[in-house]
């Protein structure tokens, strides 16, 4: 059924939102990558089978969501219009929730957050912790939007700012509003987006091309990923924006293909599009021809590369050229071409839509919106948020994502993956803006947000950046090839407890070397969380190279493990955990470790609740040594 | 082992689908290797042939993408997830007890053919760390004994197929 002029498009949005508006409630289930992996495609069933078994399939709808967010806490389900959330859900909670619930009126709290059999829990998903203090924009329809109906993105105004730009905006006027609201890529260094796309409507060519970046390579960071998982429609809707625009005729959006869901919703909104006529020739009637192709993608971290992905879509090695000349001007074979990420593209439709004034009150004034992230590691609340720019790193590590676990606490975070600086703690009032966090040594980057605490080791979470960095270094400029694997080694031997006298001085010598003289991206940030690291927490790089010793008690070969006899309960919680079957002792008598089959991995540090498990190494050792004689 | 014919004309189904494009190329060697496990060279000249591009073009593309493979692997590929969000969370001591369990390096391959052992880095869900990715399917928030659930349960399904190979 095609949508051949703005009232078709307009009228079929109105039936949409018509159909919704009836009903007595809506249950959404989170189908997002986290939700899914725990089982909530089979609850998805389950609730459509116990809603049509009271009768109420009519006038409750259950749908597919995009990720809720509360990863961590899967499977997530919202039940709308009131907004509760519940986390964890099982089988049996989705006859409860519908009898007790849907049909009794009264929230379960078991499954609520924070509920339990004595608790109430908070219900409405607005009262969070986890949800204060986030601005959606990009992640908007998260909650009331199935990724996979294109009626249901039509009926939250999509494609009405498609809508408006073919039918009430000439391309000056487009590339103007997207000027006036002060977008900035969110993929890489913050590129101001209106100058790609005037330079690209400047430039001279047979055809044009424009192309979102969805590689999304960077360990830990997912959160462009999430966004086209998400809302498929809103990229695609961004990009005939941009095209019309700029005068493309042709679209690509390079998925990675082991990322099966979002390339499924890609390949799946795009046939609805076409279907629709929202893509093909004479989009919405006027003369406007344009399509959109999604390219599976290898895995290759540097395929994010702009000029790399462009080698890689070409069918190519992903081997990055010189950026002298913008692939504004020349890029996909030679053509003038709009290369962005999924989030930058993602903020295009609501700009349209609700005007560059609208965005520009959101956020930081120099980048205005809000960023993705995709927070991890060790901190109680692990998922998806979005918060406006400019937010202090503090509000959002201790805000939604709930600080670090009980008696930790944060050392350090490292922003945008492993190319990212490590940001120490006392750091943490930086403002989420590219500026800022370039001064503190990191980048923003596709929303990574690793958070360690005071039980990492800085040294091996370099080490493990620069493994994956060197991994997937492409190979093509000496300083970046020879540099990485060099910088392994010496953080190998640090973190053995065998380096030499001047291994610091080098490790930091050939970082330098990265930074100056790598061709591309990767070597150049690859030194970030070296250089950041060594600047800010060399005190742990001298206790490892000089004093052998891991302040943290992670490193294996420099760490020893104690339980002091006067604080162990003899609970047995770390001789459950212990893998190796290393924790010796009867119940509720003092416990040991042996250290001969001690693979030392802490996992009884981690499991003792009373601290009673001590590594040599920390500050706290000493004491206890004494302690033990 | 199987059919020759019917395999090399789904390899020419696969080219033919892509319409000889040669830009299309990763992804006619992706649905190649998913059919088959692997880039062989009989495959590997067919391409280059029906492209109408050299042989060291294919190659260098097959050699360049980590995920391609030249040599035949197992049937199932379970990947550990060693992101830092899993790191974090002891991706490292799954990794370690799977290598002693299934007696195999990581990248290496069982010797009954039916695992291959990787890692991954980060598939998106370090909300719910340590992750496996077995058979393609995200096990999350794992402990070691459901892994081993789920890997029997592959190894089962495995050899049943091999015994009567599906009919499509
Ligand atoms: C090694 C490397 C990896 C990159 N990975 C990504 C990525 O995964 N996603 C992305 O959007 N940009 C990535 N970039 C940045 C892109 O080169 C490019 O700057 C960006 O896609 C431009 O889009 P924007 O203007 O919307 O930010 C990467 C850059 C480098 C050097
Ligand atoms: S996947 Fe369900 S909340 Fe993120
Ligand atoms: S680090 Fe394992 S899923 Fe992200």
């Known amino acids: 059924m095609k949508l051949l002029s703005l009232q078709d498009l307009e009228s079929r949005a109105e039936a949409s939102r018509e159909w919704i508006r009836g009903r007595k409630a809506v249950i959404s289930v989170c189908m997002g990558s986290g939700c899914i992996s725990a089982g909530s495609e089979a609850l998805l069933d389950l609730f459509r089978r116990a809603i049509a078994d009271e009768g109420l399939s009519e006038q409750v709808p259950v749908m597919g969501s995009g990720c809720l967010g509360f990863c ?107 000027k006036e609201s002060g977008l900035r890529g969110r993929g890489g260094r913050g590129f101001h987006a209106w100058m790609k796309w005037e330079s690209c409507r400047m430039a001279a060519g047979p055809e044009k091309f424009v192309v979102c970046n969805c590689d999304d390579g960077a360990p830990g960071a997912y959160a462009g990923r999430t966004v086209l998982e998400n809302s498929p429609h809103a990229v695609i809707e961004a990009m005939a924006i941009g095209a019309r625009a700029v005068g493309a005729s042709m679209g690509f959006i390079y998925v990675r293909t082991e990322y099966d869901l979002a390339v499924g919703r890609v390949e799946k909104a795009l046939a609805q599009a076409r279907e629709y006529g929202l893509l093909g020739r004479g989009i919405l009637g006027t003369g406007f021809d344009f399509d959109i192709r999604a390219v599976h993608g290898e895995s290759a971290f540097i395929c994010g590369e702009s000029t790399a992905l462009i080698a890689s879509i070409e069918g190519r090695p992903a081997e990055p050229r010189h950026d002298q000349v913008h692939s504004s001007e020349k890029g996909l074979w030679g053509r003038p071409t709009l290369l962005s990420n999924v989030e930058t593209w993602a903020n295009v439709p609501p700009i349209i839509r609700n005007g560059a004034a609208w965005f520009r009150s959101v956020g930081s004034p120099s980048c205005p919106g809000t960023k993705v992230l995709t927070p991890g590691g060790r901190i109680r609340n692990l998922g998806v948020v979005e918060v406006p720019t400019g937010t202090p790193l503090s509000e959002i590590v201790f805000g939604p994502c709930g600080g670090p676990g009980p008696g930790r606490r944060i050392k350090a975070v490292q922003a945008c993956g492993p190319a990212g600086g490590l940001i120490p703690e006392r750091m943490l009032g930086t403002g989420l803006a590219y500026e800022s966090l370039e001064e503190a040594g990191a980048m923003m980057c596709t929303g990574g947000l690793i958070v360690f605490d005071d039980r990492t080791c800085i040294v091996e979470t370099v080490r493990s950046s620069i493994e994956f960095m060197s991994e997937e270094c492409c190979g093509k400029c000496s300083p970046c090839r020879e540099g990485l694997p060099r910088m392994l080694a010496l953080l190998e031997s640090i973190c053995r407890g065998r380096a030499r006298a001047g291994d610091l001085e080098f490790l930091e010598e050939i970082a330098w070397t990265l930074k100056d003289a790598s061709f591309c991206g990767l070597g150049k940030s690859a030194a970030n969380p070296v250089l950041s690291s060594l600047k800010c927490f060399r005190d742990e790089y001298v206790a490892h190279a000089d004093e052998k010793r891991c302040p943290a008690g992670v490193c294996p070969e420099l760490t020893r493990f104690v339980i002091d006899p006067e604080k162990c309960s003899g609970c047995g919680l770390c001789r459950k955990a212990c893998p190796a079957g290393a924790v010796a002792g009867a119940p509720k008598e003092a416990h040991s470790i042996k250290e001969e089959i001690c693979v030392k991995c802490g996992a009884c540090r981690d499991a003792c609740r009373k601290e009673a498990v001590f590594a040599s190494g920390t500050a706290a050792f000493p004491v206890q040594r004494q302690l033990l004689r | 082992m199987q059919d020759t014919l019917l395999e090399k004309h789904s390899v020419e189904e696969i080219l033919a689908r892509h319409m000889y494009e040669d830009f299309e190329i990763i992804e006619i060697l992706q649905e190649i290797q998913r059919m088959e ?78 695992f291959n052992l990787e890692t991954v880095r980060c598939v998106g869900c370090c909300g719910r760390a340590p992750v496996v990715v077995a058979a393609g399917k995200i096990v999350s928030g794992v402990d070691f004994g459901e892994i081993l659930e789920a890997i029997e349960n592959l190894r089962k399904r495995g050899r049943d197929e091999i015994a009567q190979p599906a009919r499509s």
């Not at chain 1, 908070?122 to 912790?129: R, V």
């Not at chain 2, 492209?51 to 097959?62: H, K």
């Open chain 1, 72 to 178: 961590g806490k899967g499977p997530v389900i919202l039940v709308r219009p009131e907004g509760v959330l519940y986390c964890g859900v099982d089988e049996a909670g989705v006859s409860r929730i519908v009898k007790e619930h849907i049909v009794g009126g009264k929230p379960v709290a078991k499954y609520l957050y924070g509920g339990g059999a004595k608790d109430a829990g908070i219900a409405l998903m607005d009262e969070i912790p986890f949800y204060k203090g986030q601005k959606l924009l990009v992640l908007a329809g998260r909650g009331c939007m199935d990724p996979e109906s294109i009626d249901s993105y039509m009926a939250a105004d999509g494609y009405s700012a498609l809508g408006k730009a073919l039918s009430a905006m000439s391309p000056d006027l487009i590339i103007d509003a997207i």
């Open chain 2, 37 to 114: 496990g692997y880039l062989s060279e009989k495959n590997l000249v067919l391409t280059s042939k029906r492209l109408r591009i050299p042989l060291s073009r294919v190659y260098g593309i097959a050699t360049f993408y980590k995920n391609f493979t030249l040599v035949p692997r197992g049937k199932y590929t379970l990947q550990v997830c060693t992101g830092a969000g899993c790191l974090a969370k002891g991706g490292m001591k799954i990794l370690d007890r799977l290598r002693n369990t299934l007696q195999v390096k990581v990248g290496g391959t069982t010797s009954d053919r039916m």
